[in-house]
Nanobody, 119 residues
Framework: VLLQASGGGLVQSGGSLRLSCEAS????????MGWHRQTPGQQRELVASITNGGVPNYANSVKGRFTIFRDNSKNTVYLQMNSLKPEDTAVYYC??????????????WGKGTQVTVSS
């Protein structure tokens, strides 16, 4: 199973970006999908996650600014990031729990995508 993330970049403070992450490969069902972020010297932290049924969960630091949603028909999760702040600068990683025909259940990570917010 491969998770392919895209959408990172450089944006000014107050701007918006949308990240997307598609899961592909031998998949029966994609369970919870999420986004995490990491800055140098810091632990990776959860930004937002969403269940297969569409129930979201957000870190307090992004509530009201970020929206996570998914398209189950495309095995894709999105993160709409509005009102971005310099402290949102990080490498963002997508994550998914996947039920499949080869690996019964696996926890997969995509390669990170850099988000940089300038002040």
């Amino acid at each position: 199973v491969l998770l392919q993330a895209s959408g990172g970049g450089l944006v000014q403070s107050g701007g918006s970006l949308r990240l997307s992450c598609e899961a592909s490969g031998p998949i029966f069902t994609v369970n919870t999908m999420g986004w995490h972020r990491q800055t140098p010297g810091q632990q990776r932290e959860l930004v937002a996650s969403i269940t297969n049924g569409g129930v979201p969960n957000y870190a307090n630091s992004v509530k009201g600014r970020f929206t996570i949603f998914r398209d189950n028909s495309k095995n894709t999760v999105y993160l709409q990031m509005n009102s971005l702040k310099p402290e949102d600068t990080a490498v963002y990683y997508c994550n998914a729990g996947v039920f499949g025909p080869v690996v019964q259940y696996g926890d997969y990570w995509g390669k990170g995508t850099q988000v940089t917010v300038s002040s």
